[in-house]
């Protein structure tokens, strides 16, 4: 099993970063428990050139292998898809995640028209010094399920202006193992092929726009080669929801196609 973890703070040992070295230490005790190898790593957004996006839509209309941003992107691309769990964590700062953070969100942009992660697992974490993180994470979560991933969980943590590991250990035990547990056993159960109802509302009305846009766009011949065009196809990856779950979100996503493509 190989988890990265995407670090989006400055401060490469700042309390974003304490925090995940933390649930990454209750994944190996999971590891060991289930006699799995475990591999780690980690990416620190703060130590890498992403640069911010020109909005020239080369990504969308020709592929983001064209894109005239030259920088560390697609090897972070690289690593998520040679990831089987991530977490992606980020201080808030202004009630929302920080800007590192978030331009790398908008150097992803293509990948809510070409969902290529179905099939990974995230937990999502925002930290914060004292305040809200819900828009944090709202932030986080519109963008991950759009581009295909299992949402395993989400969690806000308050840990001050810059907490020590211990404190942060002796604050949060409970939760960082149930956060470590929680990830470890979405990944080894393949819980992604159990799709949320909103996961599954998510893909129909990605769907039904790619239907009414048949073009010669980079976007619908990824749609068309993955097979998801087809009426029958319900969701990304083969999957075990239940089917009156699926016709729900099928019909949801109908109605709502419309209003948001």
């Not at 941003?69 to 202004?94: F, H, Q, R, W």
């Not at 070409?114 to 999502?124: D, I, M, N, T």
């Not at 619908?220 to 779950?245: C, E, M, T, V």
């Not at 099928?250 to 709502?256: H, I, T, V, Y």
């Amino acid at each position: 099993m190989k988890i990265l973890a995407i670090n989006g703070s400055y401060r490469t040992n700042g309390n974003t970063a304490r925090v995940i070295s933390l649930i990454i230490d209750q994944l190996y005790v999971e590891a060991n428990r289930f006699g799995e190898t475990l591999g780690f790593e980690m990416v620190d957004l703060g130590k890498l050139d992403i640069q911010f996006c020109h909005g020239c839509r080369i990504c969308f209309n020709r592929g983001e292998e064209h894109c005239p941003l030259k920088d560390d992107l697609l090897a972070i691309k690289i690593k998520i898809k040679e990831a089987d769990g991530i977490i992606i964590a980020a201080p808030t700062y202004v009630n929302d995640v920080n800007g590192i953070t978030k331009n790398w969100i908008d150097r992803m942009a293509h990948v809510c028209h070409r969902p290529e992660y179905a099939g990974k697992c995230v937990y999502l974490l925002a930290t914060v010094a004292d305040g809200p993180t819900s828009h944090a994470l709202m932030t986080f979560n519109m963008a991950l399920r759009t581009w295909g991933f299992y949402l395993v969980g989400q969690t806000g943590l308050k840990t001050g202006a810059l907490m020590k590991r211990q404190e942060i250990q002796s604050r949060y035990e409970n939760q960082i193992k149930k956060i470590g547990r929680k990830l470890f056993l979405s990944i080894a159960e393949k819980k992604f092929t159990q799709p949320s109802f909103l996961s599954l509302m998510t893909f129909c009305i990605q769907q039904r726009a790619w239907q009414r846009h048949i073009d010669d766009s980079v976007d619908y011949h990824y749609w068309k080669n993955q097979g998801w065009l087809d009426a029958r196809q319900s969701f990304y990856i083969p999957h075990h929801a239940n089917i009156i779950k699926v016709w729900g979100a099928r019909l949801a996503g109908s109605l709502l196609a419309p209003l948001v493509s």
